[in-house]
């Protein structure tokens, strides 16, 4: 069966400090990538997404950038982590099946708490 | 650009009750409808999916519909337990850009 690991699961960090984020998945072969951010009285809103290896999408212009160094390992990364950056962000995969807005579920990590002090 | 609206915000009823949560979004063009659990500090738990050409999906005491031409979907739970006290969420796919989610509701099931 497939599994996804996220770490670390809570994080506090100072402002103007980098951050690394990584997700895996287990169990299945070129999956869709995402990553999300839930941050306080917000709705989950997608961050960047990717279809294979180095091939990265951004939703929203940000402080964060993402890679997919191998085809079943995504991070997201920070120069300088800004108060705003805080929030819950979650990993999530999708098989690619039937192309990439196949209507595959999505999948989620169990997050990481990032908070900047 | 999508947006999805769910109502109530927050509920609170008594063990044993049935009940329903509603969702609706403004662009019908939906790929499919996925109605997720998040329970507190926790990551998503996908509950149903629900294809753009169906229209509901059943699993156990949980049954989803999907009315795409006026943009809505509900979520109706039987026989509520203490269990099923969680956030509940509702996403839309629009295809190549991933999810678009609602608030979420936040349901208490009174013991």
């Known amino acids: 069966s497939q599994t996804i690991h996220q770490w670390p699961a809570t994080l506090v960090q100072p402002v103007g400090s980098p951050l690394s984020l990584e997700c895996t998945v287990e169990?299945?072969?070129?999956?869709?990538l995402y990553w999300y951010r839930q941050a306080a009285g917000r709705g989950l809103q997608l961050l960047f997404y990717?279809?294979?290896?180095?091939?990265i999408s951004s939703e929203v212009p940000q402080n964060l950038s993402a890679s997919r160094p191998q085809d079943r390992q995504f991070i997201l990364s920070s120069k300088k982590l800004l108060l705003s950056d805080s929030g819950f962000y979650l990993c999530?995969?999708?098989?690619?099946?039937?192309?990439?807005?196949?209507?595959?579920?999505?999948?989620f990590g169990d997050g990481t708490r990032l908070s900047i002090l | 650009k999508q947006e999805v609206t769910q109502i109530p915000a927050a509920l609170s009823v008594p063990e044993g009750e049935n009940l329903v949560l509603n969702c609706s979004f403004t662009?019908?063009?939906?790929?499919?409808l996925q109605w997720f659990r998040q329970d507190p500090g926790k990551g998503l738990t996908s509950l149903l999916l629900?294809?753009?050409?169906?229209r509901e999906q059943t699993s156990g005491r949980l049954n989803a519909s999907l009315d795409k031409s006026s943009g809505r979907s509900t979520l109706y739970i039987a026989a509520s337990q203490p269990g099923d006290s969680a956030t509940y969420l509702c996403?839309?796919?629009?295809?190549?850009?991933?999810?678009?989610f609602g608030k979420g509701t936040h349901l208490i099931i009174q013991p």
């Open positions: 999530a995969w999708s098989s690619s099946t039937g192309g990439w807005w196949s209507n595959q579920p999505q999948h």
């Open positions: 169990g299945t072969s070129n999956p869709n």
């Open positions: 990717s279809v294979g290896i180095g091939q």
């Open positions: 662009d019908s063009a939906i790929y499919n």
């Open positions: 629900i294809q753009s050409s169906q």
């Open positions: 996403a839309v796919s629009g295809g190549a850009d991933g999810l678009t």
